[in-house]
């Protein structure tokens, strides 16, 4: 089934499927290894930072060799393009979908631009995400204090200009290590939602409480965005390899990636779950 259907159906079904970041073959295949497991339909991220560390021809090839390998249903996008000559790349690239970050433009530009990628995006099927408002905090190369939650007229404008179709929402939601002064602001998701009454995407949804992914879900967000929870276990897989004195890079890699494949099954379980009635 191709994404953009799957993503029109986990709206009207209330669930949301889990967009993970991956950076290397072993990442994407652990992620991979938690999509087979689960036999749910999953989307694998890389960001510019990530392209810039492996390659973007490496990304493709490692998603493509562990899609072969495994025959779960993963799907390959562009997170946090903000490059546009990278997004037009992947685009022509073979990537389901792409996202383009004009948060940090003045609204009139962002819609502008976003538009002509979603024509550009959708000529080649290809599924188009955008952002409205801003999400603080440090996305790799996105790095900002400033959080400008997502007013709903204004993201209702967006949705009817640009025709995306997922649009990313800040109401709170901070990327990086969770902190104590960020609270998802749910009274304004509902609002968006009612007023835009589209797909919605939340990024910067590391370490979050169940409960919130459920809410979430039962205010139309369909893609729920997950970084920093899976780069702490690959670490954490790593420290644990190293405190049991494990000398062998392919065995400290095994586990960094078993840690990380267990992370995802149970955000993919959560996701596919989804939410009470709204
Ligand atoms: O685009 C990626 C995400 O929004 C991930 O955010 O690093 O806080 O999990 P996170
Ligand atoms: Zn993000």
């Known amino acids: ?114 538009k002509d990628l979603r024509k550009l995006a959708h000529k080649k099927s290809v599924v188009f995400e955008a952002e409205i408002g801003h999400i603080g905090g440090r996305e790799d190369y996105q790095i900002t204090s400033a959080v400008f939650k997502t007013n709903p007229a204004e993201a209702l404008m967006f949705y009817d200009q640009v025709q995306p179709d997922m649009l990313a929402v800040a109401i709170g939601n901070i990327h990086g290590p969770l902190t104590a002064i960020e609270e998802l602001d749910f009274s304004l998701l509902a609002k968006i939602q009612d007023t835009v009454k589209r797909p919605l995407v939340l990024h910067g949804c590391s370490n979050r409480k169940p409960q919130e992914y459920q809410v979430a879900i039962s205010e139309g967000v369909v893609k729920i965005n997950i970084d920093t929870e899976l780069r702490e276990a690959f670490v954490d897989g790593i420290k644990d390899a190293l405190h049991k004195k494990e000398n062998d890079p392919r065995e400290i890699l095994n586990l960094s990636s078993l840690f990380i494949s267990k992370r995802t099954q149970e955000k993919i379980e959560l996701f596919a779950k989804g939410c009470c009635s709204r």
């Open 1 to 114: 089934m191709a994404l953009k259907q799957i993503l029109n159906e986990a709206y009207s079904d209330k669930h949301a499927i889990g967009g993970f970041n991956f950076f290397n073959y072993e990442s994407a295949k652990a992620i991979v290894q938690a999509a087979k497991t689960t036999k749910k339909p999953t989307i694998l991220m890389v960001s510019e930072k990530s392209v810039d560390y492996y390659g973007l021809d490496n990304l493709i090839f490692s998603f493509n060799k562990v899609k072969k390998d495994s025959e779960a249903q993963i799907f390959l996008h562009l997170d946090h393009g903000s490059n546009l000559e990278l997004i037009k790349e992947c685009i022509n690239s073979g990537f389901d979908s792409v996202m383009f970050d004009g948060s940090n433009l003045a609204l009139d530009q962002n819609i502008a631009l976003s």
